[in-house]
């Protein structure tokens, strides 16, 4: 599951931010941007 794969140590950038995305928080993706 997603919440799962944030568990692990070997975060993907990509999958955080289609993660955040699709719970809208688009807020949290501005600053993975930074």
Known sequence: SDLESLK?????????KTFFQSL???SLIEKLEK
């Open 24 to 26: 809208g928080f688009k």
């Open 8 to 16: 692990t140590p070997t975060l993907d950038k990509e999958k955080l």
